[in-house]
């Protein structure tokens, strides 16, 4: 997962960089939402076993109940990338701590700098 949100951010710089100069600013906040569900869809995709999914869930700090709900479920990965429990898990914060860049944030930098 190291390699995948390393190749994403340079591939997000790149494409920040070179249309981030257009001060539409619109698709900006959806793109950012998607990548985001699509990283918590990856992450949920490798914890393949309910166990483990269990496991990790319990360690990013969610209670038991939450949990189970979630990991009993049988919809599938994409679904389940939009749940409370995963959203409130794998949150912005931690996905930032995992390496993501937000593309709103690199967007403000280059129109609003410091």
Same mark, same amino acid.
């Given at each position: 997962?190291?390699?995948?949100?390393?190749?994403?951010?340079?591939?997000?710089?790149?494409?920040?960089?070179?249309? &981030?100069?257009?001060?539409?600013? !619109? +698709? %900006? +906040?959806?793109?950012? =939402?998607?990548?985001?569900? *699509? @990283?918590?869809?990856?992450?949920?995709?490798?914890?393949?076993? +309910?166990? !483990?999914?269990?496991?990790?869930? *319990? !360690?990013?700090?969610?209670?038991?109940? =939450? %949990?189970?709900?979630?990991?009993? #479920?049988?919809? &599938?990965?994409?679904?389940?990338? *939009?749940? @409370?429990?995963?959203?409130? &898990?794998? &949150?912005?914060?931690?996905? !930032?701590? =995992?390496?993501? %860049? #937000? @593309?709103?944030?690199?967007? #403000?930098?280059?129109?609003?700098?410091?």
């Amino acid at each position: 997962m190291a390699w995948r949100l390393r190749k994403l951010r340079e591939y997000m710089r790149g494409w920040i960089n070179y249309f &981030g100069i257009s001060e539409y600013y !619109k +698709p %900006i +906040p959806p793109l950012d =939402q998607w990548i985001r569900r *699509r @990283l918590r869809m990856c992450y949920w995709k490798m914890w393949k076993r +309910p166990k !483990k999914r269990f496991k990790e869930l *319990r !360690k990013l700090g969610l209670d038991d109940g =939450q %949990i189970k709900r979630v990991v009993s #479920s049988r919809k &599938g990965y994409w679904k389940l990338s *939009r749940t @409370l429990a995963t959203n409130m &898990g794998m &949150g912005n914060a931690w996905l !930032k701590e =995992q390496g993501l %860049i #937000s @593309l709103k944030e690199q967007w #403000s930098k280059i129109h609003y700098p410091a």
